[in-house]
């Protein structure tokens, strides 16, 4: 649980402030979006003046979670526009589902060097000191467990809206409820937020039935493509220009269709390759956790995780297939 007196002092400097600036990781997922939204609703209902920022677009399927007026470097702004007058009336930096600088480009370093505090609330053991008061309880599944528990300690009201945004943070971070993380506690919080209006299958049919006919067949193209290689362990897949043409379909329909072939019960570790118009190689590698798949991004320039990495090769596709192939023999040989 989360220690009470780390708590209070969370709850006390959020009181005492008027203009708070929230935001959370680079490439924003469910568990940072939904704490986002959840969090937001929950200082202005207690009369804070909120900026919900993110740092980096937040996909279209989890927009619903925040305020549509929440702000998006890039898109609505730049970090140096920000950081140059938007930051100016701000006595309150939080910072959700990240605590270290890298994690929170730029803004994440001004505000740890401000004189205002930095909340950080989180569940990662990475951390760099980067909050002056750190709500971290790495034994939490989710972000969106902690902002429940900080509401539900405080006697905050959770509406409808904040329900389904925190259900969605703590279900996404567990898999649904099938990984290994959903205990007791993810079980506790997920109730409680049913029981504030949160619907679990309206929500999952929003997220996860929720494909284009046009991205089915883009998938069945990706699956076509399909070879195992060292026992059956390794997946390979790729996707060709003419694949989208054909279907459709662009770039962003390619989320998370890498995991497909992890339904494998063999596949230890997979990539899937995408032909990019400028000629380049998109290159996303996923791993069970056996295989350390941000080392090899590594070694063509990219990074990530253990677990999920990224990197971009040079084509033509025949000659990166057989560069990534390669790269990961020494690992099953
Ligand atoms: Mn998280």
Not at 181 to 186: F, I, K, L, T, Y
Not at 288 to 299: E, L, M, P
Request: charged share 20%; hydrophobic share 45%; glycine share 8%.
């Amino acid at each position: 649980m989360l220690d009470p007196t780390l708590l209070n002092e969370a709850r006390k400097l959020i009181l005492a402030s008027r203009r708070i600036l929230v935001t959370t990781h680079v490439k924003p997922d469910g568990d940072a979006a939904g704490s986002m939204g959840g969090l937001v609703d929950a200082l202005r209902a207690l009369g804070k003046e909120v900026a919900p920022l993110f740092l980096s677009a937040v996909p279209h399927w989890y927009e619903f979670l925040v305020r549509p007026e929440t702000q998006v470097i890039g898109r609505d702004l730049s970090m140096k526009d920000l950081l140059q007058s938007g930051t100016r009336d701000i006595d309150l930096f939080i910072i959700l589902d990240a605590n270290s600088c890298n994690q929170v480009p730029d803004i994440g370093a001004f505000a740890s060097q401000s004189d205002k505090p930095v909340l950080v609330v989180d569940h990662h053991a990475t951390s760099d000191g980067l909050g002056s008061l750190e709500l971290v309880d790495t034994g939490a599944a989710a972000t969106g467990v902690l902002i429940y528990e900080l509401l539900t300690a405080s006697g905050w009201e959770i509406t409808e809206h904040m329900a389904e945004a925190l259900f969605v943070a703590i279900a996404t971070d567990t898999g649904w409820f099938q990984f290994g993380n959903a205990d007791s506690r993810v079980y506790r919080a997920a109730a409680a937020l049913i029981e504030a209006g949160a619907q679990p299958a309206n929500l999952y049919a929003a997220l996860y039935q929720n494909f284009s006919y046009a991205r089915f067949m883009l998938t069945q193209a990706m699956l076509n493509t399909l070879e195992l290689h060292f026992e059956d362990q390794f997946a390979y897949q790729h996707i060709r220009r003419a694949d989208f043409e054909q279907t459709d379909t662009e770039q962003a329909d390619t989320e998370n269709l890498i995991n497909e072939c992890h339904r494998i019960a063999s596949v230890r570790a997979s990539v899937l390759l995408v032909e990019l118009e400028d000629g380049r190689i998109r290159c996303s590698l996923r791993s069970r956790g056996s295989v350390d798949v941000s080392k090899i991004a590594q070694a063509f320039g990219g990074g990530g995780h253990q677990m999920a990495s990224g990197t971009f090769l040079d084509g033509p596709l025949e000659n990166a297939k057989q560069a990534i192939i390669e790269a990961f023999r020494p690992y099953f040989e």
